[in-house]
Protein backbone atom coordinates (compact mmCIF):
# COMPACT_ATOMS: atom_id res chain seq x y z
CA UNK A 1 0.00 0.00 0.00
CA UNK A 2 0.80 3.34 -0.91
CA UNK A 3 2.09 6.30 1.41
CA UNK A 4 -0.02 9.07 0.86
CA UNK A 5 2.56 11.45 1.85
CA UNK A 6 4.41 9.99 -1.02
CA UNK A 7 1.47 10.62 -3.25
CA UNK A 8 1.55 14.00 -5.48
CA UNK A 9 -1.63 16.26 -4.82
CA UNK A 10 -3.02 13.36 -3.19
CA UNK A 11 -6.09 14.73 -2.57
CA UNK A 12 -7.51 12.34 -5.67
CA UNK A 13 -5.84 9.36 -4.13
CA UNK A 14 -7.70 9.29 -0.69
CA UNK A 15 -11.10 10.63 0.86
CA UNK A 16 -10.37 9.26 4.63
CA UNK A 17 -12.25 12.73 6.51
CA UNK A 18 -9.70 11.92 9.66
CA UNK A 19 -6.70 12.98 6.94
CA UNK A 20 -6.45 16.24 6.43
CA UNK A 21 -6.08 17.41 2.12
CA UNK A 22 -4.82 19.69 0.41
CA UNK A 23 -7.47 22.22 -1.89
CA UNK A 24 -5.49 25.02 -3.33
CA UNK A 25 -2.76 25.23 -4.49
CA UNK A 26 -2.35 21.52 -6.03
CA UNK A 27 -0.98 20.15 -9.69
CA UNK A 28 1.05 22.50 -10.30
CA UNK A 29 -0.95 25.48 -9.74
CA UNK A 30 0.79 28.93 -10.51
CA UNK A 31 0.31 31.52 -7.28
CA UNK A 32 2.05 34.71 -6.16
CA UNK A 33 4.21 33.68 -4.42
CA UNK A 34 4.11 37.18 -2.02
CA UNK A 35 0.73 36.52 -0.70
CA UNK A 36 0.53 32.72 -1.39
CA UNK A 37 -3.17 31.27 0.15
CA UNK A 38 -3.32 27.47 1.35
CA UNK A 39 -6.80 25.55 2.03
CA UNK A 40 -7.57 22.10 2.79
CA UNK A 41 -9.95 19.72 4.45
CA UNK A 42 -11.26 20.09 7.81
CA UNK A 43 -10.84 16.99 10.12
CA UNK A 44 -13.41 16.18 12.57
CA UNK A 45 -12.32 17.36 16.50
CA UNK A 46 -9.01 18.60 15.26
CA UNK A 47 -7.41 21.04 17.51
CA UNK A 48 -4.70 22.44 15.42
CA UNK A 49 -3.39 22.27 11.85
CA UNK A 50 0.45 22.05 10.99
CA UNK A 51 1.81 23.28 7.51
CA UNK A 52 4.76 22.26 6.13
CA UNK A 53 5.76 23.93 2.87
CA UNK A 54 9.36 23.39 1.29
CA UNK A 55 11.79 23.53 -2.25
CA UNK A 56 11.65 19.33 -1.71
CA UNK A 57 8.86 16.66 -1.55
CA UNK A 58 10.70 15.57 1.84
CA UNK A 59 10.55 18.64 3.19
CA UNK A 60 14.05 18.58 5.08
CA UNK A 61 14.65 22.51 4.38
CA UNK A 62 11.12 23.81 4.54
CA UNK A 63 10.24 27.55 3.58
CA UNK A 64 7.61 26.79 6.60
CA UNK A 65 6.68 24.50 9.17
CA UNK A 66 4.72 25.91 11.89
CA UNK A 67 1.13 24.78 13.87
CA UNK A 68 -1.66 27.12 12.15
CA UNK A 69 -4.58 26.45 15.08
CA UNK A 70 -7.74 25.42 14.07
CA UNK A 71 -8.20 27.02 10.61
CA UNK A 72 -8.07 25.58 7.44
CA UNK A 73 -7.01 28.54 5.64
CA UNK A 74 -3.95 29.98 5.99
CA UNK A 75 -1.90 33.50 3.56
CA UNK A 76 1.41 33.10 4.23
CA UNK A 77 3.49 36.71 2.88
CA UNK A 78 6.47 36.86 1.54
CA UNK A 79 8.21 33.45 3.16
CA UNK A 80 8.39 31.70 -0.82
CA UNK A 81 10.70 32.56 -3.45
CA UNK A 82 9.37 34.49 -6.18
CA UNK A 83 11.39 33.11 -8.87
CA UNK A 84 8.64 30.83 -10.96
CA UNK A 85 10.41 27.90 -8.94
CA UNK A 86 8.05 24.31 -7.55
CA UNK A 87 7.33 24.28 -4.47
CA UNK A 88 5.77 21.56 -1.66
CA UNK A 89 3.17 21.52 0.70
CA UNK A 90 1.15 19.29 2.84
CA UNK A 91 -0.72 19.78 6.44
CA UNK A 92 -1.92 17.03 9.11
CA UNK A 93 -4.16 18.04 12.07
CA UNK A 94 -3.75 17.13 15.39
CA UNK A 95 -6.56 15.74 17.84
CA UNK A 96 -7.10 15.33 21.11
CA UNK A 97 -5.85 11.69 20.03
CA UNK A 98 -2.27 13.14 18.65
CA UNK A 99 -1.28 14.06 15.15
CA UNK A 100 -3.50 12.17 12.51
CA UNK A 101 -1.04 10.78 9.22
CA UNK A 102 0.46 13.79 6.48
CA UNK A 103 -1.60 14.62 4.45
CA UNK A 104 -0.91 13.86 0.16
CA UNK A 105 1.88 16.70 -0.73
CA UNK A 106 0.50 18.82 -3.23
CA UNK A 107 2.52 21.09 -5.26
CA UNK A 108 2.41 24.89 -7.44
CA UNK A 109 4.43 27.49 -9.06
CA UNK A 110 6.15 30.11 -6.93
CA UNK A 111 5.64 33.15 -9.07
CA UNK A 112 6.42 36.82 -8.59
CA UNK A 113 3.21 38.87 -8.12
CA UNK A 114 2.37 40.95 -11.10
CA UNK A 115 2.22 44.34 -9.68
CA UNK A 116 5.69 44.12 -7.78
CA UNK A 117 6.88 42.46 -10.78
CA UNK A 118 6.24 45.46 -13.16
CA UNK A 119 7.76 47.83 -10.82
CA UNK A 120 10.76 46.00 -10.27
CA UNK A 121 11.15 45.66 -14.13
CA UNK A 122 10.54 49.71 -14.38
CA UNK A 123 13.63 49.82 -11.35
CA UNK A 124 15.86 47.89 -13.34
CA UNK A 125 14.93 49.87 -16.49
CA UNK A 126 15.39 53.17 -14.90
CA UNK A 127 18.88 52.07 -13.13
CA UNK A 128 19.79 50.82 -16.92
CA UNK A 129 19.08 54.01 -18.18
CA UNK A 130 20.65 55.84 -15.35
CA UNK A 131 23.86 54.34 -14.72
CA UNK A 132 24.80 53.60 -18.80
CA UNK A 133 27.66 56.42 -20.06
CA UNK A 134 26.77 58.39 -23.03
CA UNK A 135 29.22 59.32 -25.53
CA UNK A 136 30.45 63.31 -25.11
CA UNK A 137 33.09 63.65 -27.53
CA UNK A 138 33.52 62.58 -30.60
CA UNK A 139 29.85 62.99 -32.10
CA UNK A 140 28.06 63.30 -34.83
CA UNK A 141 30.92 62.76 -37.49
CA UNK A 142 33.55 64.67 -35.77
CA UNK A 143 37.36 64.22 -36.96
CA UNK A 144 39.43 62.73 -34.67
CA UNK A 145 43.33 62.34 -35.21
CA UNK A 146 43.48 58.63 -36.15
CA UNK A 147 47.45 58.68 -34.77
CA UNK A 148 46.62 59.90 -31.62
CA UNK A 149 42.63 59.26 -31.18
CA UNK A 150 41.04 60.80 -27.77
CA UNK A 151 37.25 59.23 -26.52
CA UNK A 152 35.66 60.81 -23.62
CA UNK A 153 32.19 60.08 -22.02
CA UNK A 154 29.64 60.74 -19.05
CA UNK A 155 31.18 59.43 -16.14
CA UNK A 156 28.78 57.16 -13.63
CA UNK A 157 28.95 57.06 -10.13
CA UNK A 158 27.83 53.47 -10.18
CA UNK A 159 30.94 51.55 -12.43
CA UNK A 160 34.53 50.84 -11.56
CA UNK A 161 35.09 50.40 -15.12
CA UNK A 162 34.06 50.68 -18.85
CA UNK A 163 34.50 48.86 -22.18
CA UNK A 164 34.51 50.57 -25.62
CA UNK A 165 34.44 49.19 -28.65
CA UNK A 166 34.65 51.12 -32.07
CA UNK A 167 33.32 49.46 -35.63
CA UNK A 168 32.81 50.89 -38.98
CA UNK A 169 28.96 49.96 -38.71
CA UNK A 170 26.54 50.71 -35.95
CA UNK A 171 25.46 47.34 -35.58
CA UNK A 172 29.26 46.70 -34.43
CA UNK A 173 29.65 43.31 -36.12
CA UNK A 174 32.80 43.91 -37.02
CA UNK A 175 35.33 45.48 -34.43
CA UNK A 176 38.02 47.38 -35.45
CA UNK A 177 38.77 47.97 -30.97
CA UNK A 178 37.38 46.66 -28.67
CA UNK A 179 38.96 47.48 -25.10
CA UNK A 180 38.38 47.80 -21.37
CA UNK A 181 39.24 50.71 -19.44
CA UNK A 182 39.47 51.04 -15.99
CA UNK A 183 38.81 54.44 -13.33
CA UNK A 184 38.32 56.75 -16.20
CA UNK A 185 36.36 58.28 -18.83
CA UNK A 186 38.72 58.91 -21.60
CA UNK A 187 40.26 56.87 -23.54
CA UNK A 188 43.18 57.75 -25.73
CA UNK A 189 44.21 55.59 -28.62
CA UNK A 190 47.46 55.49 -30.39
CA UNK A 191 47.97 54.65 -34.08
CA UNK A 192 45.37 52.21 -33.88
CA UNK A 193 43.09 53.93 -36.39
CA UNK A 194 43.14 55.14 -40.21
CA UNK A 195 43.68 58.65 -41.25
CA UNK A 196 41.91 57.97 -44.51
CA UNK A 197 38.61 60.05 -43.50
CA UNK A 198 36.77 57.08 -43.29
CA UNK A 199 33.47 57.03 -40.56
CA UNK A 200 33.12 54.97 -37.65
CA UNK A 201 30.80 54.51 -34.96
CA UNK A 202 31.78 54.06 -31.27
CA UNK A 203 30.12 53.02 -28.17
CA UNK A 204 30.41 52.48 -24.54
CA UNK A 205 29.07 50.57 -21.44
CA UNK A 206 30.12 50.80 -17.51
CA UNK A 207 31.21 47.99 -15.47
CA UNK A 208 29.49 47.69 -12.06
CA UNK A 209 31.38 46.73 -8.57
CA UNK A 210 30.09 43.45 -9.01
CA UNK A 211 31.03 42.48 -12.36
CA UNK A 212 27.94 43.30 -14.24
CA UNK A 213 27.41 45.34 -17.27
CA UNK A 214 25.57 48.41 -17.97
CA UNK A 215 23.08 48.90 -21.36
CA UNK A 216 25.45 49.72 -24.32
CA UNK A 217 25.62 53.78 -24.86
CA UNK A 218 23.88 54.55 -28.08
CA UNK A 219 26.16 55.04 -31.04
CA UNK A 220 28.50 57.86 -31.90
CA UNK A 221 30.16 58.76 -35.33
CA UNK A 222 33.55 60.38 -36.00
CA UNK A 223 35.90 60.53 -38.69
CA UNK A 224 39.56 59.22 -38.55
CA UNK A 225 40.96 62.20 -39.77
CA UNK A 226 44.81 63.82 -40.08
CA UNK A 227 46.43 66.01 -37.22
CA UNK A 228 46.27 68.77 -39.83
CA UNK A 229 42.26 68.14 -40.82
CA UNK A 230 41.65 67.94 -37.23
CA UNK A 231 43.27 71.96 -36.61
CA UNK A 232 40.72 72.53 -39.17
CA UNK A 233 38.01 71.46 -37.97
CA UNK A 234 38.47 73.27 -34.51
CA UNK A 235 40.01 76.18 -35.50
CA UNK A 236 36.14 75.96 -38.48
CA UNK A 237 34.53 75.53 -34.87
CA UNK A 238 35.72 78.23 -33.28
CA UNK A 239 35.03 80.96 -35.97
CA UNK A 240 31.37 80.20 -36.27
CA UNK A 241 30.96 80.23 -32.20
CA UNK A 242 32.33 84.01 -32.68
CA UNK A 243 30.05 84.65 -35.41
CA UNK A 244 27.70 83.70 -32.73
CA UNK A 245 28.51 85.75 -30.44
CA UNK A 246 29.17 88.56 -32.48
CA UNK A 247 25.31 87.88 -34.10
CA UNK A 248 24.01 87.60 -30.58
CA UNK A 249 25.98 90.86 -29.33
CA UNK A 250 24.26 92.96 -32.54
CA UNK A 251 21.11 91.52 -31.55
CA UNK A 252 20.97 92.78 -28.17
CA UNK A 253 22.34 96.06 -29.11
CA UNK A 254 19.50 96.57 -31.71
CA UNK A 255 17.03 95.69 -29.04
CA UNK A 256 18.30 98.10 -27.16
CA UNK A 257 18.07 100.86 -29.35
CA UNK A 258 14.37 100.20 -29.90
CA UNK A 259 13.55 100.64 -26.61
CA UNK A 260 15.38 103.48 -26.33
CA UNK A 261 13.89 104.68 -29.73
CA UNK A 262 10.05 103.52 -28.08
CA UNK A 263 10.64 105.32 -25.15
CA UNK A 264 11.78 108.80 -27.30
CA UNK A 265 8.36 110.27 -27.71
CA UNK A 266 7.18 110.10 -24.17
CA UNK A 267 10.31 111.71 -23.50
CA UNK A 268 10.28 114.05 -25.42
CA UNK A 269 6.09 115.10 -24.34
CA UNK A 270 6.94 114.89 -20.87
CA UNK A 271 9.64 117.46 -21.51
CA UNK A 272 7.59 119.58 -23.61
CA UNK A 273 5.01 119.63 -20.94
CA UNK A 274 7.15 120.39 -17.86
CA UNK A 275 9.03 123.81 -20.87
CA UNK A 276 5.06 125.22 -20.84
CA UNK A 277 4.41 124.89 -17.65
CA UNK A 278 7.47 126.98 -16.50
CA UNK A 279 6.72 129.73 -19.11
CA UNK A 280 3.04 129.98 -17.90
CA UNK A 281 4.63 129.84 -14.42
CA UNK A 282 7.15 132.98 -15.23
CA UNK A 283 4.29 135.06 -16.88
CA UNK A 284 2.15 135.02 -14.14
CA UNK A 285 4.69 135.79 -11.77
CA UNK A 286 5.80 138.94 -14.33
CA UNK A 287 2.30 140.29 -14.35
CA UNK A 288 1.97 139.90 -10.49
CA UNK A 289 4.97 142.27 -10.01
CA UNK A 290 4.21 145.03 -12.62
CA UNK A 291 1.07 145.23 -11.10
CA UNK A 292 2.55 145.39 -7.74
CA UNK A 293 4.90 148.30 -9.07
CA UNK A 294 1.84 150.05 -10.68
CA UNK A 295 0.19 150.34 -7.51
CA UNK A 296 3.91 151.30 -5.46
CA UNK A 297 3.97 154.30 -7.48
CA UNK A 298 0.35 155.35 -7.23
Known amino acids: MNDPATQPDATTATTR ?4 QPVTPVAGTEIEAR ?3 FTWTSVPDATDYRLQIGPEADFTNPYFDAAVGKTTTLSVYDVLP ?3 STCYWRVHAITDDGATPWSGVAHFIASPDPVVEQANETARQATAANDTPVPAHPT ?5 D ?3 A ?3 WT ?6 GYEVEIAPTTDFDELVVNVPVRDTNVLTLYAMLPENGATFAWRVRGVRPDGSLTEWSSAASFVAATDQEVIDYEAELERKAEEEAEQEALKKAETAAERAEARSPVLTAQTSGTFAYTVAYLIILTFAA ?5 ASVA
Open 17 to 20: SDIA
Open 35 to 37: TAE
Open 82 to 84: EDG
Open 140 to 144: EKAPV
Open 146 to 148: GHS
Open 150 to 152: TFE
Open 155 to 160: PMPTTT
Open 290 to 294: TIYLI
